[in-house]
């Protein structure tokens, strides 16, 4: 057997040792190991060498019982050896990432809608109202790269040699496979990267091509706050499970101004909401909400924040109140 095949079996039985083989690989391995006996299930939890050397043997007794007839047949019993192990060695094969290569794709959503995709990885993406995705041409070569414009939820399938690149303006979300919200309005002062599952780095990228990471690696429960003005950022522990909670219906404001709470109430509710004037100072806010209907959500928010609100022409209009 050539290093290169010997090479992927071991890569394939690595997997299926540890659990991470796909459905397809587990039951092809299972039975070709059912096929050659408990010896074999016993030499896979070792090394693809003592693998080999069991296949051997099973070739051996089932075709030469008997020695001399072993000394004629050694050609044949090699042919035979090499033809049980190409079903595996297909597989292994079959089963390498593949390179596709796909035409630029956009998908976006209105206002008051949301839209589930799934990429050629098997990834989805959750995309929030009044949202924007774009999949590059060279999507799962190299990298898995993806460009967001509003807000989205990622479960990304695990892929350790093609990380998966999330581009929100200056900044680049990089993962493995893992689950997070990023939320990049473009009219709004910040990007928020919140990771439910898994590690997440997001580094700043410049015109000349340089990147800087920010911070550490996120983990679970760790969100990053980009303030797109000022080019700062804050690592705090978050919710993430409440601020992705948009997915089922629901509104979390955590520390958000007056500002970001009305831009995102006329988003989820497809409905024109306008402030009136700015407010003096800067207050922050902390709240959810879950399938509650509009009025209702602006009178718990008049209770909260101090703010008035009338309707005219199809049109909500919001007058805040300062903040000291």
Same mark, same amino acid.
């Given at each position: ?17 540890? !659990? ?18 408990? !010896? ?5 939890? &070792? ?32 042919? /035979? ?21 796909? /035409?630029?794709?956009? =998908? ?18 959750? %995309? ?19 460009? %967001?414009?509003?807000? *989205? ?10 990380? =998966? ?28 990267? /919140? ?19 920010? !911070? +550490?690696? %996120?983990?679970?429960?760790?969100? %990053? ?10 690592? *705090? ?11 089922? !219906?629901?509104?979390?404001?955590? +520390? /958000? +101004? ?11 509710? &497809? ?5 009136? +004037? ?10 959810? =909400? ?35």
């Amino acid at each position: 057997m050539n290093n290169k095949k010997s090479a992927l079996i071991n890569v394939l039985l690595q997997k299926y040792r540890e !659990g991470k083989s796909t459905v397809n690989e587990t039951q092809q391995v299972e039975q070709w190991l059912h096929t050659l006996g408990k !010896g074999a299930s016993d030499a896979v939890n &070792n090394s693809e060498e003592k693998f080999v050397r069991v296949t051997r043997k099973h070739v051996l007794k089932n075709i030469a019982p008997q020695r001399s007839v072993y000394k004629v047949m050694r050609p044949y019993m090699r042919v /035979a050896a090499a033809l049980l192990l190409l079903p595996l060695v297909y597989l292994i094969y079959s089963n390498q990432p593949k390179q596709v290569v796909v /035409a630029k794709q956009e =998908f976006s959503t209105l206002a008051g809608e949301r839209k589930i995709i799934r990429l050629p990885d098997s990834t989805e993406v959750v %995309l929030n109202a009044s949202s924007a995705l774009t999949i590059s041409t060279d999507f799962n070569q190299k990298f898995r790269n993806v460009k %967001l414009s509003g807000e *989205a939820y990622f479960r990304v399938a695990h892929d350790s040699t093609r990380p =998966f690149i999330v581009s929100t303006g200056k900044l680049k979300t990089r993962v493995l496979g893992t689950e997070f919200n990023v939320h990049a309005y473009q009219n709004e002062s910040s990007i928020k990267v /919140a990771v439910v599952d898994g590690r997440v780095r997001v580094s700043e990228y410049k015109q000349n091509g340089t990147s800087k990471p920010l !911070g +550490d690696i %996120l983990t679970h429960n760790l969100m %990053l706050t980009y303030n797109v003005s000022s080019q700062r950022y804050k690592t *705090a522990n978050a919710d993430a499970q409440k601020i992705a909670s948009w997915q089922n !219906g629901g509104l979390y404001f955590e +520390d /958000a +101004d007056i500002q970001e709470i009305v831009m995102a109430l006329s988003r989820h509710y &497809n409905r024109n909401i306008q402030l009136a +004037d700015k407010p003096v100072g800067k207050c922050s806010y902390t709240i959810s =909400f879950l399938h509650e209907p509009l009025p209702k959500v602006l009178g718990v928010l008049s209770q909260l924040t101090g703010i008035t609100y009338q309707t005219a022409q199809n049109k909500i209009i919001i007058h805040s109140k300062n903040c000291h």
